[in-house]
Nanobody, 124 residues
Framework: QVQVVESGGGLVQAGGSLRLSCAAS????????MGWYRQAPGKQRELVAA???????DYADSVKGRFTISRDNAKNTVYLQMNNLKPEDTAVYSC??????????????????WGQGTQVTVSS
């Protein structure tokens, strides 16, 4: 009952920047952690960055110092500012949201929704 939509991907040269957006919508009692993952061809999906509703963040070692995740709780939207992009950053970037419905809350049930992904291509 929560839908996630990503935007902002594209083609950029090495050293350039992109900003990805992830908007969550629908009915939810609460949305907790939201995060960005990426998957390159032939590789498994990996965590890029995540942020809790309290503002705590987590980053993959490969992007620390280059990427910044932020969150607008009022809009249920997270952003990923990607600077100094490298060819190895090329991947499909997907956003997810960890959330609970009202009926789940008292039971401790948690759910996850994924977006369709947005392609980021970095040329050398």
């Amino acid at each position: 009952q929560v839908q996630v939509v990503e935007s902002g991907g594209g083609l950029v040269q090495a050293g350039g920047s992109l900003r990805l957006s992830c908007a969550a919508s629908g009915s939810a009692y609460s949305i907790n952690t939201m995060g960005w993952y990426r998957q390159a061809p032939g590789k498994q999906r990996e965590l890029v960055a995540a942020i809790t509703n309290g503002g705590d963040t987590d980053y993959a070692d490969s992007v620390k110092g280059r990427f910044t995740i932020s969150r607008d709780n009022a809009k249920n939207t997270v952003y990923l500012q990607m600077n100094n992009l490298k060819p190895e950053d090329t991947a499909v970037y997907s956003c997810n949201a960890d959330y609970q419905l009202y009926s789940d809350y008292c039971k401790g049930v948690r759910r996850i929704s994924w977006g369709q992904g947005t392609q980021v291509t970095v040329s050398s």
